[in-house]
């Protein structure tokens, strides 16, 4: 009988430590938009790995409804500081406001990897991201070649401080101006801000200033190119009217583009970016060697390419298979 308790002890004790191996929190710019949903079920996919290789992992899944509210940001992260997480996975809303708690949190020995959008510190471990400047150029290439290399066009711009989408906009102005002079941006100040419906109306209120004489737009993120789409049907400039690049991939700019009411996805992939945030994290607890850059790469999507084998998981992510 003492035996069969000392050995009923040890095995609780062994499961108790391997129950929370490692407790990985990680924390989006938001948790409404398609986007981000990749990403957890891209983090989930990590950890089930993980677990069969023998290395228990707790995802926490937490980040603010909205993603311009950088105050609630800042407080899941020192929360989650608070309950000394293993290590945190951190999509920024804002390069510099959320570098202080990344900080915070590296200096209490929670280790930081960055996803998505670039911190102004040098304390996280890794930053796996899109290159977000080539996903610009990407955009601008697609439009100025749909326009014939002239035209008027129009950059909605997303929200300041946010290094990926604003990567984004310099990379497409910094192309138009340098490789096709015929193409003049007759607007790139207005910005969609933080959701579908505020980026449809200042959508809306550039078309009703520039709508007659605009040949092309381009918007940098999910929710300002799904905002655009609406404003440019409700103003009958849909269907290669008015010219649209999009970035990233959603239920509604995936249909339009398979309509004709955009002719150009620049999409990231989020559920590499959510998979390789959590490996990276489990690398660096475990002191092994991590890359200080991760590039996941980006693709143009157009009508004719759309249905290629290698679209298909860019397009529609497995996240049936991954979240409840």
């Known amino acids: 009988m003492k035996h069969l308790i000392l050995l009923l002890f040890s095995l609780c004790a062994t499961f108790a430590v391997r129950a929370a191996d490692y407790r990985i929190a990680v924390v989006p710019k938001g948790t409404t938009h398609e986007f981000w949903k990749s990403i957890h079920a891209g983090a989930i996919k990590a950890a089930r790995e993980l677990m069969a290789e023998g290395v228990n992992v707790e995802i926490i899944w937490k980040g603010p409804l909205r993603e311009d509210d950088r105050e609630q940001q800042v407080q899941v992260v020192e929360n989650f500081i608070a309950r000394r997480v293993s290590g945190i996975v951190l999509a920024p809303l804002d390069a510099r406001a959320l570098a202080r708690p990344a900080e915070m949190a590296v200096r209490a020995g929670i280790p930081v990897v960055i996803i998505d959008s670039a911190l102004n510190s040098t304390a996280p471990a890794s930053t796996v991201s899109t290159d977000n400047y080539k996903g610009g150029q990407l955009g601008a290439r697609r439009l100025a070649e749909l326009l014939g290399g002239k035209g008027k066009v129009i ?14 906009e310099a990379g497409f102005l910094d192309t138009i101006t340098k490789e096709f002079p015929d193409i003049a941006v007759v607007s790139s100040d207005q910005h969609a801000g933080a959701t579908r419906d505020t980026a449809y109306r200042a959508a809306q209120n550039l078309l009703n200033r520039f709508g007659r004489e605009v040949d092309g737009v381009f918007a940098p993120n999910e929710s300002s190119a799904t905002g655009m789409l609406l404003a440019l049907r409700d103003a009958g400039l849909a269907g290669g009217k008015v010219k649209f690049v999009g970035f990233d991939t959603g239920t509604q700019t995936v249909a339009a583009l398979r309509e004709g009411d955009i002719q150009g996805l620049v999409v990231q992939n989020p559920f590499k ?12 607890l475990q002191g092994q060697p991590t890359e200080k850059e991760i590039d996941t790469g980006c693709e143009l999507i157009t009508g004719e390419n759309i249905d290629e ?5 860019l397009i529609k992510p497995p996240l049936e298979k991954y979240l409840d």
């Open 155 to 168: 950059l909605l711009r997303v929200l300041a401080g946010s290094s990926s989408t604003e990567q984004r």
């Open 273 to 284: 970016m959510g998979y390789l945030g959590v490996r990276t994290m489990v690398a660096a």
């Open 309 to 313: 084998p290698a679209m298909a998981d």
